[in-house]
């Protein structure tokens, strides 16, 4: 399947926004669920967390700058939950139904993923094997949230399209991108 592009919108109203911009792309090919996300502008704005170690599973990466994708099968309500952090960190949640039954997916022990820094972008590319969780056939919808920290501690939040009143990545109608 062809990559599809995007473009992440900032939640209005929250912290005072960085001179930037969040974009990539999407694809499934088969069993894998092709991601990229490019951060881009003026990255000394941002509070990007540093490395404290080899990458690892971890909780609470939502809590500063944090990338995530969101996935489920079409009319069912459950889902996943991706988390994805600069610091090569991350976690895979699975959910009975809307921010119901949080557990970690055993199906992944390890999530490699690729971080590149530069002077003006923050670059990061998943290849995440959905397979081991729905089989390929199975038609997925599809969120692509971040969680973007300010210097000064400020959040400010990311998606595709924000269809609530808050900030809420979970919603099912914000599962947009059908693939």
Same mark, same amino acid.
């Given at each position: ?15 005072? +926004? &960085? ?14 669920l ?13 509070? +990007?967390?540093? &490395? #404290?170690?080899?990458?690892? *599973? ?14 489920? #099968? ?11 952090? &600069? ?6 949640? *699975? ?5 119901q ?7 992944f022990?390890?999530?490699p993923?690729? =971080? ?5 972008? +923050?670059?990061?590319?998943?290849q ?6 729905? &089989? ?5 919808? #599809?969120?692509?949230?971040? =969680? ?7 959040l ?12 809420d ?11």
């Amino acid at each position: 399947m062809k990559a599809r592009s995007f473009a992440l919108r900032p939640f209005p109203g929250t912290a005072p +926004l &960085p001179a930037c911009r969040l974009t990539g792309s999407v694809a499934r090919h088969h069993g894998t669920l092709a991601l990229s996300y490019a951060l881009h502008g003026s990255l000394a704005e941002l509070a +990007l967390p540093a &490395p #404290v170690g080899p990458p690892a *599973r971890r909780h609470g990466l939502w809590q500063t700058t944090c990338f995530e994708v969101f996935f489920g #099968v079409r009319e069912a309500p459950g889902y996943w939950e991706v988390n994805l952090s &600069p610091t090569g960190d991350w976690n895979v949640y *699975r959910f009975a139904g809307y921010r119901q039954g949080m557990a970690e997916e055993t199906a992944f022990t390890a999530l490699p993923f690729s =971080v590149q820094t530069r002077p003006d972008s +923050l670059l990061l590319d998943l290849q995440l094997d959905v397979a081991r969780l729905v &089989p390929a056939a199975q038609p997925l919808e #599809v969120s692509i949230a971040a =969680v973007v920290q300010l210097k000064g501690g400020g959040l400010t939040y990311w998606a595709l399209t924000h269809p609530g009143p808050q900030a809420d990545f979970h919603r099912r109608d914000s599962f947009v991108v059908k693939l």
